[in-house]
């Protein structure tokens, strides 16, 4: 661009925090509104009204119209109906995060050069891995410092011009469904899950990603639930949220009974929370719950003492869309009514809190003996804990009764369960 011409300026108070944005007129505003002429969903340059994109349909102009205003940095785009109402705002992401009161979430040693040298004229060398927004795709091989460069493709380009303060997207795991990958987010790592491209036009796994990141957004403000950095359906499918916890199946060893417990009053407080808001497919397995242990705090002698922190996540998106189109692998927690293409029960949630439960007082998940297969599983019947480990009859018939293969039989909400599984601990 000409000299003067840019976008917007930022004053830099500090090196690193911006004291103020000031948008180029020119670049305030982009639109997409229907066009009667071109009978096309158009976007369009305000205020002169130029036509930057014609677009089949809305979708696909909201979609061209959010990568323009993360590429061109234009300050917002306006979304106006058939009828030329006001449907929906975005806006630049150093608006969205207030980045002038609040500073930058990037450090400015780690700013590409290329953004602050225009690039040299020069053919493409097609034996370099090409890149997106100077965002490195890496894959995580289990430790190897030498992580290999790859190439920004698909939903994956367009999850980078949506979210282009990335940095690095880092490989954890490419298998099935949804995409898993480690990236940086403030002082911290976060994760992102995004839709694979393969499933990116099957309506119902699209239908049932968003299902599920709304089901999480609903839940965000409880203190029991990870935190949603960011989300979005256009383009692409994807989600952002806090990993910055160790998880149950990794600490599970270390938990007294007392603090067993405790992880299960949150659980069951939790559960019992999704359930009145009439979500019941939590995905409640060790693996998605996060617990963080206060070695501070001294020896507790009660559940309801605080020195854990236990936060769910993932609400069991990649299982949930996995059984949407049909290729879901289930596991010893998977509750009955879920095998063999069942549906979720209100009382799913108490049937996966019993499982945790299980595997707490005696060491195996349900179903330790058996293979974790649908037709195994479904023929199978759980051992009682008591045969087990040595533990009063009547906890194990609490805890059978929240793993009733009957859901009416079950607890009906998870507090229930968990506070008289505690009383009976306690006795």
Known sequence: MEERQH??????????????????????????????????????????GIVLSVNSSDSEALSTSKQMLEEYNFKRVVCYSTSGDKRVAHKHRFVRNEIADYGVRFNREQIPKSAETPAESSDTDTNQP?????????????GDDDEQTRDVTGVHSSFVATVPDLTELREIDTD?????????WDDTTARALILSPEYADEQQAVNTFATVVSDWLALATH?????????????GTWIIYDADYPRLSTVVDDLSVVEQMSVLLQLGDIATVAQREGIHSTGLTPRRVCVTKDSSSGAKMSSNDTALEVKLTGLGLRDRVSRAVGDSDPTRFTPPELLNGGTVQPTTPVYRLGAIAYYFLTGSPPYYACSPTA??????SITPPNAITDIPIRVSQCIM?????????????GKTFVRELINLVEQ
């Open 401 to 413: 009764q929240a793993l009733h293969e009957n859901p009416r039989q079950r607890y009906q909400t």
């Open 130 to 142: 090409a890149t997106s927004g100077d965002v490195a795709i890496t894959e995580d091989d289990g």
């Open 375 to 380: 037709g195994s599983l479904s023929e199978a």
């Open 7 to 48: 976008p917007f300026l930022l004053r830099w108070e500090s090196q690193n925090n911006v004291g103020g944005m000031y948008w180029n007129q020119e670049f305030e505003t982009l639109s997409v509104r229907f066009s009667e002429l071109l009978s096309s969903w158009t976007v369009k340059a305000e205020p002169d």
């Open 176 to 184: 099935g469904v949804a995409h898993v990958y480690a990236v940086p």
């Open 223 to 235: 203190d029991n639930v990870v935190k949603v950095f960011e989300s979005d359906a256009d383009p």
